[in-house]
Antibody
Framework: QLQLQESGPGLVKPSETLSLTCTVSGGSISSSGYYWGWIRQPPGKGLEWIGSIYYSGSTYYNPSLKSRVTISVDTSKNQFSLKLSSVTAADTALYYC???????????WGQGTLVTVSS | DIQMTQSPSSLSASVGDRVTITCRASQSISSYLNWYQQKPGKAPKLLIYAASSLQSGVPSRFSGSGSGTDFTLTVSSLQPEDFATYYCQQTYSTPRTFGQGTKLEI
């Protein structure tokens, strides 16, 4: 059973870069066929897909965020990460990492981490 | 982007009721439709994938159907632990998009 855990700063200043890491346990992040990704949820609102990465490194981003987003994998640490640049208050949200055996659905989720953008 | 519209936005029901939530896509998405359950303060949990396949460990009272643009999630007999918010999600095309959610209340 895969377990995912997000980590990173809970407070980021406007115009800076938000950086989060997701640590995967219970399996290898480089297992063939596995996809990993990030989803966010502003307080009291719905879910927004940020992007996904294949275990080999291919990435898929939401066009609305693509110019600011980078998702990468660190196989040596069994982690993948999210970087979101030039953040504003609109990027304040609960950020979830998720993944699974296929691109088409996320069967395992982290518990989420709240990131607030404020000076 | 493909727009996903759920109805109703909220629903009041009782334990033992049969309830149905509808999700409509703005264009055909074949069967690339998932359903998630989210309880307050928790991460979403995958219930149904590929429109009608039950995720391992999910009670059989949950079922999904549909293809193309119209989909439904049915709970055959509501249990106390089923009161939550439900989201549909399409993964037919990028960006993946979610419905706005349906809050199921007692």
């Amino acid at each position: 059973q895969l377990q995912l855990q997000e980590s990173g700063p809970g407070l980021v200043k406007p115009s800076e870069t938000l950086s989060l890491t997701c640590t995967v346990s219970g399996g290898s992040i480089s297992s063939s066929g596995y996809y990993w990704g990030w989803i966010r949820q502003p307080p009291g609102k719905g879910l927004e897909w940020i992007g996904s990465i294949y275990y080999s490194g291919s990435t898929y981003y939401n066009p609305s965020l693509k110019s600011r987003v980078t998702i990468s994998v660190d196989t040596s640490k069994n982690q993948f990460s999210l970087k979101l640049s030039s953040v504003t208050a609109a990027d304040t949200a609960l950020y979830y990492c998720a993944g699974g055996i296929t691109y088409y659905y996320d069967s395992s989720w982290g518990q989420g981490t709240l990131v607030t953008v404020s000076s | 982007d493909i727009q996903m519209t759920q109805s109703p936005s909220s629903l009041s029901a009782s334990v033992g009721d049969r309830v149905t939530i509808t999700c409509r896509a703005s264009q055909s998405i074949s069967s690339y439709l998932n359903w998630y359950q989210q309880k307050p303060g928790k991460a979403p949990k995958l219930l149904i994938y590929a429109a009608s396949s039950l995720q391992s460990g999910v009670p059989s009272r949950f079922s999904g159907s549909g293809s193309g643009t119209d989909f439904t999630l049915t709970v055959s007999s509501l249990q106390p632990e089923d009161f939550a918010t439900y989201y549909c999600q399409q993964t037919y095309s990028t960006p993946r998009t979610f419905g706005q959610g349906t809050k199921l209340e007692i």
